[in-house]
Every structure is written in C-alpha cells, then in structure tokens.
C-alpha cells in the first residue's frame, strides 16, 4: 500500500503549483506549439486509459468484463445523445447496480 | 447567457461577471456534489477520512484526485499514483498560459486566480480572440467548491453506511465519469484527438495484465506524443469535469 499520506500531501502541493504556473511564470508568452500540441493530448489519453482500466480490470493485473462494462456503456449511450452528465453517471450506478442484483 | 469581455468595466460590470459566472456554474456544481459523494465514499477506505477531505478542500481537482486514489486502490505505488495525478493535472498548463494575458495583479492575484481554474468554468469563460473573463470563470467556480467539499464529507460519512460500494454500481462512476469527459470534451471537438484517446485506450488494455498497477495509465500518456504530428490541436468546446 502506498504512503496515502505523502501522496495526499504531494497532490495537493502539485495541484496548486501546477495551476499557478501559467498565470505567475509564464505570463502572456505561449509555449512553443509542439510542447503544447503534446499537453493537450494529455488529457484525451489518461482518460481514454483511465476508462480501460476502472472498467476492465478486475482483481489484480487482470483483464475481465462484468457489470462495470454495463453501466459505463449505458453512461456512453446517454452522453452520445447529449444527455446531462447527472443523468449519465445515475445510468451507470443503476445498470452496473441492476445487474449485480439480479 | 456569458456577458462578453470587456476590459474597461468597473466594479459594478465585474460583480456582474461573477453573478453570471454563478448562474452558469451551478448545474455543474450539482453534477460536481453527486461525484464528490461518490469520491467520498471510494477515497475513505483508500486514503481515510482526512485524506479525502484534504484532497478536495486543497486540491480540488476531480480528475486527479479520482486518477491518484484507483491507482492506490489497485496497488500502484506512491509514485505511480503522484505521477498520474500530475499528468492529469498537466492539461492545466497551457490552460493557465491561455488565461494569463486575460488576467489583472501581481503574481499573487495572478496565482489566485490560477487555484479557480476546473475545466467548466474555464471552459466557459472563454471569450473572443482568445481572451478569458477571469471575473466570470471565478464566478462559474464559486458553486463547485462547497458541492464538492460538501459531497465528499457526505461520501465519507455515508460510506459506512453503505458498506460495499459496488453494490451502488458506485465503482461504474469512475470509468463512466472520466467517458464523459472524453465524450463530452474533449472527442467533441473541431479536431477531436480519436486517434489519441484510441491509442491511449490500446496502451492500458495491453499493458494491464503485464505491468503492475498504475504503468498502464502513465504508459498511455505517450500516446499524446501523437501531437508532435498534428499543427492544431483540438480545443475542447468545453470540458465535462466540473471539478478539475
């Protein structure tokens, strides 16, 4: 288990130094376009990896499909049809919910 | 809805800003509460009461906070989980640099102004030719911040309450939560980053059941690397996480 304390600790410190770069230390200058082209991809790939691994991992290091594919594909459905983002997750919680009480 | 930015208004115009700023925040922040409480419950048994509760009052950024604690909660190390909170916090960089010029003060106002900064409200207080209403997106933050606080609190209080989350389908919030922000951000672009999210997706899937915990989701991030290909990248319209 990893020290929660320090991590707490770090994300916290990290969180507020990184919002704060671009306004205190960069000002008005832009980063150079391929630096930016790369950090805005960022956060399309983490949460692309993120929705893989909260779905798919199951105990372990292993790969498994159960209730969590459901309920992620149904918040998929609503978010397509640009349904309101409340909806989206309550949708998840109920047919990932749903299928574990059956 | 969001008043257009006009540098020369006075206080009376900036109160104004904030109001409408509020006024656009809120559904936001009731989505915000509703995942907080989720965090709440999820974060207790991995970080303990004080921890989530620190995270939300002093970090306040959703995706970061979700990202470090599953990366804990499957075993990834401290490291692992540290690192994936700074790259999911990454994007805040150019978002920082983009609301710089908008911004009025010395570095500590500027700063200040920085902390306000979740993808929504920035998202919403962008205006023409690339300037930013730093006075409206303060404004679209202000109903987030008690939610999420809030929500959390409730999560870890109610936590023992529920007892097993994934009977609530609560661990289908992760995954469903960050699918939104992809579809409803950052894939719902001019030049949405597909290709991106794809080989990100591609990267954790393979490396799952290879590395330990945490490695597939910083492994993935070189999919971004893909934009020292593309001129342009695709700008969110705006982003889904009301919490950063």
Known sequence: MADTTLVVAVVIATTALIRASGPVLLGGRELPERVNSVIVLMAPALHAALVMTDTFRGEGSDLMVDERALGVAGAGVVIALRGPLLLALAVAMALTAGARAI | ?244
């Open chain 2, 1 to 244: 809805m969001t008043p257009s930015l006009n540098r020369s208004t006075g206080s009376e115009q900036r109160r104004e800003s904030r109001r409408a700023g509020v006024r656009a925040g809120i559904p936001f922040a009731l989505a915000a509460f509703v995942l907080a409480v989720s965090f709440g419950v999820v974060a207790e048994p991995v970080l303990g009461a004080g921890g989530a509760l620190a995270l939300s009052a002093f970090a306040f950024a959703g995706s970061a906070q979700f990202g470090s604690t599953a990366v804990i909660a499957s075993g990834g190390s401290a490291g692992a989980a540290i690192l994936a909170a700074v790259l999911l916090n990454s994007r805040y960089i150019p978002m920082g640099v983009a609301l710089a010029p908008s911004l009025r003060g010395g570095p500590l106002l500027r700063a200040a102004y920085g902390q306000a900064m979740i993808d929504a409200s920035w998202a919403m207080a962008g205006r023409a030719g690339g300037r930013f209403d730093p006075d409206f997106m303060v404004g679209a933050t202000l109903p987030s911040y008690p939610m999420w606080v809030g929500g959390t609190i409730v999560g870890v209080l109610a936590g023992d309450l529920i007892g097993d989350p994934a009977a609530l389908g609560l661990d289908a919030l992760f995954p469903a939560f960050f699918l939104a922000l992809l579809l409803e951000g950052e894939l719902r672009t001019e030049n949405a980053p597909w290709i991106v999210a794809i080989a990100g997706a591609a990267i954790a899937l393979v490396l799952t059941p290879l590395t330990p915990p945490g490695v597939p989701v910083i492994a993935a991030s070189l999919a971004a690397l893909i934009g020292l290909r593309r001129s342009v990248p695709g700008e969110p319209e705006i982003e889904g996480d009301p919490v950063g």
